[in-house]
């Protein structure tokens, strides 16, 4: 059965499923997935009410693999080095993507009730259309929208504690809070793009972030304007944005799919929609189940620490996912490379 859940949310009854953006300012309620390659899925739903998320069978996941292993993840961050000294970009996010067998009796509904017990986010979404499942358990906004006002809390600077956090992470935020600003400023009234919240910190279950936020009023269009205008995410790109994924694209060895796209929701009735940046998540694809973990890279970026931080960034979600208390260490759980 077709669904999606948000925002505690239960929407069934699929009545409209489309890749067109310009139906999300048509009517109805709408779940959102855009791959980090441009690719939307937009479903409409006849039935939106409050629930519980649904339950569903799940089972473990096979054994890890990884798209980038540690030796070829560290290699990457310094080619990103060398370009940044060479003047290419200041800052781009390399990301690897990890694989496991998917056991055929698995729902994407169970595992998406394990995310909100086990890993709650507040963007967090389960969404399951004719050709894709997702569920994800985001903490980044990437765009909500009410009316005009239109707004985006990018991440940058990660931790397993407070004490953990640099003055390199203050630095990307801050270039990354830039390149949203230029990228709202595309679509937004003349002086209405402004900076309520700078390098805030937030907790999350098993890390903490520097969040920011970026809000204007839209001087026309609607949401394809507006997602032209901003995508991908600044904050899984990097500076120049299209400097940085024309060098992505040569060092990172398959799509990144949902991971590092939007996944959330529009009410078109309403004018309103929150649609995350697509971390902490995870994808069915092919008899795989997908999840997707990176750092932003800039000069001062140590190669281990980086390859240390997507292990961190995944390794509670995979903890969930295997329903198991095993430690951070991903290496110790076979995330061997493809």
């Known amino acids: 059965m077709s669904f999606a859940y948000a925002g505690g949310l239960l929407a069934t009854g699929l009545v409209d499923l489309t890749n067109d953006l310009g139906a999300l300012d048509s009517q109805g309620w709408w779940a959102v997935v855009v791959t980090y390659e441009g690719k939307a899925t937009c479903a409409r739903f006849e039935s939106v009410r409050p629930a519980e998320h649904p339950g569903g069978v799940w089972a473990r996941p096979g054994e890890w693999s990884s798209s980038l292993d540690e030796a070829a993840y560290m290699a990457g961050v310094e080619r990103i080095r060398s370009a940044i000294a060479d003047g290419v970009v200041y800052q781009a996010n390399l990301c690897r993507v990890l694989s496991a067998e998917l056991p055929g009796e698995s729902s994407i509904a169970g595992l998406g009730a394990r995310l909100a017990t086990g890993n709650p986010a507040p963007y967090s979404m389960t969404m399951k259309v004719p050709g894709l499942e997702v569920a994800c358990a985001s903490p980044e906004l990437y765009l909500s929208r009410d009316g005009d006002v239109v707004e985006s809390r990018p991440i940058k600077g990660t931790a397993k504690t407070v004490d953990g956090l640099t003055a390199k992470d203050d630095a990307e935020n801050v270039m990354i809070v830039d390149l949203v600003r230029n990228d709202l400023g595309r ?62 694209e040569v060092l990172e060895p398959v799509p990144r799919g949902p991971y590092c796209g939007a996944i959330g929701w529009v009410d078109a009735d309403a004018g309103r929609g929150a649609l995350a940046v ?25 190669p281990l620490r980086e390859w240390r931080e997507t292990e961190l960034k995944a390794a509670r979600l995979l903890e969930v996912a295997s329903g198991d208390g095993a430690g951070p260490d991903l290496a110790e759980r076979g995330t061997r490379r493809s």
Request: net charge negative.
């Open 187 to 248: 679509v937004a009234e003349v002086g209405s793009v402004e900076v309520p919240g700078l390098c805030e910190l937030e907790e999350h279950p098993g890390l903490v972030h520097l969040v920011s936020t970026v809000r204007a009023r839209m001087a026309g269009g609607g949401w394809p304007e507006l997602i032209a205008a901003t995508f991908p995410p600044g904050s899984v790109t990097g500076a120049p944005k299209a400097s940085a994924l024309d060098l992505l």
């Open 278 to 302: 697509g971390i902490r998540s995870f994808w069915a694809e092919n008899g795989l189940l997908r999840f997707g973990t990176g750092a932003g890279i800039t000069w001062g970026s140590d």
